[in-house]
């Protein structure tokens, strides 16, 4: 079975620009999360999506969204860009067991300049 | 809400020893405690997992305890290998709450 995919893998954008992540996660999986990385605030939620509904959100600024697809596909986007934002993003997946916590499972992530 | 703090932030051992990374949790209520490794230019992959009934569990050479009086968990590994060499992840929830992660623990074994 495929792992969880994100593209692109690299990205350099420049400040007050906007940039959209994709993440498509392992079939049968029906959540997706995502977090960013940084060295000094180590892994951070950002949200989380269930049936194309944001379940969970993070403390971030609104200029962090996301969606779902009705294929459970999942993009978030990061308007007006700032050089604080450059990061690994990384998407996670996850069956939903009721009930229980559900494990989840890390793409690779996607590595952000900003310039 | 959950605070989770990982010690040490390094550690280095030799090859053959064990290693030991220690978290402590804040809200008693969490009840799912995962441990992720993650190598250079990849994301944390899951490595075991326990849950609040449960006090051990093991998988091979890797092992984790939760007291959950103390409110703290830990990760053991016996026999280091150079491919353990890593950063591993801590983390904590509750239901179907977010993870909450530690800061991480950078894993050096030295060959």
């Known amino acids: 079975k495929a792992g969880v995919t994100q593209t692109p893998r690299y990205l350099i954008k420049t400040r007050g620009q906007q940039v959209t992540l994709s993440c498509s996660p392992i079939?049968?999986?029906?959540?997706v999360s995502w977090y960013q990385q940084t060295p000094g605030q180590g892994l951070q939620f950002l949200f989380e999506y269930f049936s194309e509904t944001q379940r969970n959100k993070g403390n971030f600024p609104g200029r962090f969204s996301g969606r779902q697809f009705s294929n459970s596909r999942s993009e978030m986007n990061v308007s007006t860009l700032e050089l604080g934002d450059s990061a690994l993003y990384l998407c996670a997946s996850s069956l939903v067991l009721a009930g229980a916590q559900e494990t989840q499972y890390f793409g690779p992530g996607t590595r952000l300049l900003v310039l | 809400g959950e605070n989770v703090e990982q010690h040490p932030s390094t550690l280095s051992v030799q090859e053959g020893d064990s290693a030991v990374i220690k978290c402590t949790y804040s809200?008693?209520?969490?009840?799912?405690f995962p441990w992720y490794k993650q190598e250079l230019g990849k994301g944390p992959q899951l490595i075991i997992d326990i849950r609040s009934n449960v006090g051990e569990k093991k998988d091979q050479r890797i092992a984790v305890t939760l007291n959950k009086t103390a409110k703290h968990f830990s990760l053991h590994i016996t026999e280091t290998q150079p491919e353990d060499s890593a950063v591993y992840f801590c983390?904590?929830?509750?239901?179907?709450?977010?993870?909450?992660f530690g800061k991480g623990t950078r894993l050096s074994v030295i060959a």
């Open positions: 809200d008693s209520a969490s009840n799912y």
């Open positions: 983390a904590a929830s509750k239901g179907n709450t977010p993870l909450v």
């Open positions: 079939s049968g999986h029906r959540s």
